[in-house]
């Protein structure tokens, strides 16, 4: 787990880049003039340490009283205010909250400053040449605090933000133009697109249809986009603007960097890179008193308040359910736990339907599952990562493709490396081609995908043979002989302890297999490049491709499985558990009213206490020590730095001066509307 380093800015006062940018128009009735009102004045060198002969008196002049316009409470609403009344939240209270956040945000920037200059390389002296010539002083003094390379991440990413906003408009208006219907899109891993937060891209620039989007770095152009689109889209994006009083009449607009808008959002950005090196600065003082003797009594304290807690059963089944990687079960009452990815491959409808028809007894239901069973065909379900909003696919060179298909899926986040704009994802093996034809009409734009059709046999040597194919150890089973012959009566059943006759669901289990690792260690399930996380990744990947029991999509370690009875399908039940005691790596095949299960077991606490931290391995991406170290620095970051703006919001209550007869006419909504 990263550290968010975004976070503290945004915990108290987010600002999304002038939410004009939502689309909404909610000023166009009011005039520019009452758009500049001063809804509050916020000047922290009013503040008593600021007085002479006091800790901060060296800088009372050169921290300059900060307004929060009218305009942006409007913006800010826009961009995400209107959701609290949504909510039944009332205007009068929106905007007070609004009001609140953008004043603590300016008020955080000013102390940003003077935190700087108390505890880092800058100075007062400095700052003042900085400003002495400079147009706009505001924008040249927050530049002197940030590297050339945090000034270039800053406007990169407000780059990005405006792209995107005129790609979701270019998006809409493609799709009106094509008459477009919506396709159901698959879900996609954890991880996916997820951009590397210090990464930036020098040659990007925002395209608008009048320049070259070659021209624009590594923009990528929404799928459909002409010139034509990119104009209209870009044209309806300062339309917007303007109707919001954020564009002056006879603006040059043929280059987006030149607007004052544009002046006034990198202005925002640059606040916001402000605020994180004060965030980055709070972090290193809260993770400094994580010493190797706090956190190893921290986690002793947890493990023994857990096994004193989780001989509850039900507290520790509900504790299981809700494992991550910021919340740990380190210790199990019993052994027989553990979780299961389960791969549904279904029924048909018509399946479904005969199935339902059937009146037989119990007996009788059995063996006409047994007899569809050996029909049911599984297909590749990741047909809308070529057909949807977004195609994921791309075509792989001839030693990547598997078994000689020819698309994979997600090419930037696979190959992702440190310096790439995207981040690595994590338990997902990326290597398994669509299974099935693939053919695009350039001319038309569309896709023509085929599936191949696998039964049971079919899947299970696909799994194995990519399992293979990642370098693991695979030890096959034998398909149960006679599986789908006709039994007798008695074939399904047995006599338990009181001599009643139950069902014998071993009789369900048609394969049985395992991943041979030469042991498990629970501390590095998630740690890229073992086999055990190896395995996961490859299984976790063939659930995305197969499995229609879509609820087991994108689950930290699959469905926990209980040593105890469940409200699981039995067959499920008694299968997932076979698997469970099998030990990690192994993998049950099943039937169930749904269709057949392939269940893998990524984790078991066959030692009740399965982990253990070595504050020596922290750094070790994905290790157990790791994630539980990570975890615990996220928690005391958070509650330090929320500790220290609460501090800093009461210190310099009394330097703010709200005007509340500006912002009226915005608290009377409720009676306007």
């Not at 976070?7 to 009452?34: N, P």
């Not at 991440?153 to 208006?173: C, F, H, P």
Request: net charge negative; proline share 1%.
């Amino acid at each position: 787990m990263k550290m968010n380093k975004k976070a503290f800015a945004l915990s108290l006062a987010a600002v999304v880049a002038c939410g004009t940018l939502a689309g909404c128009d909610l000023i166009t009735t009011d005039s520019e003039k009452d758009m500049l009102q001063v809804v509050a004045e916020v000047d922290i060198s009013k503040g008593a340490d600021f007085a002479e002969g006091k800790q901060y008196a060296e800088y009372a002049d050169i921290i300059q009283p900060s307004s929060v316009l009218k305009r942006e409470m409007v913006a800010n609403f826009l961009s995400t205010g209107y959701q609290y009344v949504q909510n039944g939240t009332s205007y009068a209270e929106t905007f007070d909250l609004i009001k609140e956040s953008l004043v603590n945000r300016k008020m955080l920037i000013q102390y940003a400053k003077v935190y700087l200059f108390e505890n880092a390389e800058y100075t007062a002296q400095g700052y003042e040449n900085a400003v002495a010539e400079a147009e706009n002083k505001e924008l040249a003094g927050l530049r002197y605090f940030l590297t050339e390379e945090e000034q270039a991440l800053a406007e990169y990413q407000l780059k990005v933000m405006v792209n995107n906003t005129i790609d979701s408009q270019e998006k809409s208006i493609i799709t009106a133009e094509e008459d477009v219907n919506d396709v159901s899109v698959r879900t996609t891993p954890t991880g996916i697109d997820t951009k590397n937060e210090d990464y930036y891209d020098a040659a990007y620039k925002i395209y608008t249809g009048k320049n070259s989007a070659s021209d624009c770095g590594s923009y990528e152009t929404v799928d459909g986009s002409t010139p034509t689109t990119r104009k209209k889209a870009y044209n309806s994006f300062l339309s917007n603007l303007l109707a919001n009083n954020l564009l002056a009449e006879g603006e040059d607009v043929s280059k987006f960097e030149n607007l004052n808008y544009y002046e006034i959002e990198l202005q925002t950005a640059f606040e916001d890179a402000l605020l994180q090196k004060l965030a980055e600065a709070y972090e290193e003082k809260a993770e400094s008193t994580l010493t190797e003797a706090y956190v190893q009594g921290k986690y002793a304290q947890t493990l023994a308040t857990q096994k004193e807690t989780f001989a509850n059963k039900s507290t520790f089944e509900t504790a299981l359910d809700g494992i991550s990687d910021t919340s740990f079960v380190l210790t199990a009452p019993h052994t027989e736990y553990g979780f299961v990815i389960n791969i549904l491959l279904p029924f048909s409808k018509t399946q479904s339907n005969y199935l339902a028809m059937d009146n037989g007894n119990e007996w009788q239901k059995f063996e006409t599952r047994a007899s569809v069973l050996k029909n049911v065909k599984a297909t590749d379900q990741r047909e809308s990562w070529f057909t949807g909003s977004v195609d994921y696919s791309y075509e792989a060179a001839e030693n990547e493709a598997y078994e000689g298909r020819s698309h994979l899926f997600f090419e930037d986040s696979i190959k992702a490396t440190e310096n790439s704009a995207y981040e690595a994802v994590k338990n997902y093996y990326g290597k398994y081609a669509y299974n099935g034809t693939v053919s695009y009409d350039e001319e038309e734009k569309e896709y023509t995908l085929t599936p191949n059709k696998i039964d049971i046999d079919g899947f299970i040597g696909e799994m194995e043979g990519y399992l293979r194919s990642a370098g693991l150890t695979v030890a096959s089973g034998t398909p149960t002989v006679g599986y789908y012959d006709e039994h007798d009566e008695d074939y399904y059943y047995t006599t338990d302890a009181n001599g009643n006759k139950v069902v014998d669901y071993s009789k369900f289990l048609y394969y049985q297999g395992n991943v041979v690792f030469d042991t498990f260690n629970a501390n590095e399930v998630f740690v890229a490049g073992t086999d055990v996380n190896k395995a996961m990744s490859v299984v976790n990947e063939l659930s995305f491709a197969y499995n229609t029991d879509t609820a087991g999509l994108n689950t930290y370690l699959g469905y926990a499985v209980s040593a105890y009875d469940t409200s699981f399908v039995s067959e499920f039940e008694y299968a997932a558990k076979a698997a469970v005691l099998g030990g990690v790596g192994t993998y049950t095949v099943a039937p169930s009213t749904y269709g057949w299960h392939i269940m893998y077991c990524t984790f078991t606490y066959e030692n009740a206490d399965p982990y253990t931290f070595d504050y020596s391995d922290i750094d070790r991406e994905g290790s157990f020590s790791n994630l539980y170290y990570e975890a615990l620095k996220a928690s005391t970051v958070e509650g330090y730095s929320s500790a220290m703006q609460t501090q800093i919001v009461n210190n310099y209550v009394s330097c703010v001066t709200v005007y509340e007869e500006a912002y009226a006419d915005l608290k009377d909504l409720d009676n306007r509307v």
